[in-house]
């Protein structure tokens, strides 16, 4: 069992930044971690992804180059670094954790993850 909990968001002008953080407890050794986020009346969408050593990343086209994610396994936590904010980066943000060690190869799918934060809303203004 894993327990996700996202924190950070808020509302920020467009061009701030903002760092969202998403606490895990539980199992989640060997797994790679997603953030993924919904806007209303949107599907949920792929945002980043990390593999389990940190040392492989993947990024939607939309945020590439403004976002980083990065995980810290000691202290069990995933971070989304986000700048140069845009209004159409509003949305809720989730992190999600993916149960499969080879399933990397999905992880913009948002079927390929097993458990999923509360969520944590980031609303930019223009």
């Known amino acids: 069992q894993v327990q996700l909990v996202e924190s950070g968001g808020g509302l920020v002008q467009a061009g701030g930044s903002l760092r969202l953080s998403c606490a895990a407890s539980?199992?989640?050794?060997?797994?790679?971690m997603g953030w993924f986020r919904q806007a209303p009346g949107k599907e949920r969408e792929f945002v980043a992804a990390?593999?389990?050593?940190?040392?492989?990343?993947d990024y939607a086209d939309s945020v590439k180059g403004r976002f980083t994610i990065s995980r810290d396994n000691a202290k069990n936590a995933v971070y989304l670094q986000m700048n140069s904010l845009k209004p159409e980066d509003t949305a809720v943000y989730y992190c999600a954790a993916d149960p499969n060690p080879m399933g990397w190869g999905k992880r913009r799918d948002l079927r390929e993850y097993d458990y999923w934060g509360q969520g944590t809303q980031v609303t930019v203004s223009s």
């Open positions: 539980g199992r989640t050794f060997g797994r790679h």
């Open positions: 990390i593999s389990w050593s940190g040392d492989i990343t």
